[in-house]
């Protein structure tokens, strides 16, 4: 039988997208034999940017602004004219397991973080499609960029090719950065529970301990005499 040899070519064309081609090439004996496509794979790069580099994705190259966190944290705060596709969706599902899970995280993420309970939202990847096609220049938000860096790899996956992210997410946006709407600015937006009181908790407890004890150095007489006055078990 005669030997074939076989040449292999892996062609790479960078843009906005890679668009990577395997090209296999026979000859017979010097005779080359057509070209033929083995696989045609189209990924999209996740572009990385900070704060200002992203307001100039909007500005100059004409990217639209997909915010992805759930609903409490947009209506607290978002970038002006952006879409909203939640990547979580809150989680009101009853079978007994989800029931244990949900009483756990109200008393403690819930609680004291303000944290929604939720799952991952299976109508995401549709409801971007019904609203961008697979060419649309899209920037991914979040409030801590791990949300958004999900988003963009699930987008990727179903053929989103122009697809950028601010690392760190919002909470790292200075003020004035970009128009917002909400009751808060976009850095806070994150912020809910007790420990958006923890620092007012903090500052009353310490005013209280340092008027006690300038009490009781000046005047410990009186304030003896109070120590007197109260129950003793």
Not at 170 to 190: H, I, M, N, R, Y
Request: with cysteine.
């Amino acid at each position: 039988m005669a030997g074939i040899a076989t040449t292999c070519y892996y062609l790479t064309l960078s843009s906005t997208s890679t668009r990577n081609t395997w090209l296999e090439l026979k000859t017979n004996y010097g005779r080359a034999t057509p070209i033929r496509r083995r696989n045609l794979s189209i990924r999209a790069e996740v572009n990385f940017v900070n704060a200002e580099e992203a307001k100039k994705l909007i500005a100059v190259e004409g990217y639209a602004v997909l915010d992805v966190r759930d609903k409490s944290q947009f209506d607290r705060a978002h970038i002006k004219s952006c879409y909203h596709v939640p990547l979580f969706i809150e989680n009101t599902d009853n079978d007994p397991g989800t029931i244990v899970k949900r009483t756990l995280h109200n008393n403690f993420s819930g609680l004291f973080f303000g944290l929604p309970f939720t799952k991952l939202n299976p109508e995401f990847v549709q409801s971007v499609k019904s609203q961008f096609s697979p060419e649309s220049k899209l920037l991914l938000v979040c409030q801590e960029g791990l949300r958004s860096t999900a988003a963009a790899n699930k987008l990727e996956q179903a053929g989103f090719q122009n697809i950028a992210c601010i690392t760190s997410g919002l909470q790292t946006v200075k003020p004035g950065t970009f128009d917002s709407v909400g009751k808060t600015e976009l850095q806070d937006a994150g912020k809910a529970g007790l420990v958006t009181i923890q620092g007012k908790i903090s500052a009353v407890l310490g005013t209280v301990l340092i008027c006690a004890y300038l009490f009781i150095t000046l005047f410990p007489d009186q304030a003896e005499k109070l120590l007197q006055m109260s129950p003793v078990r």
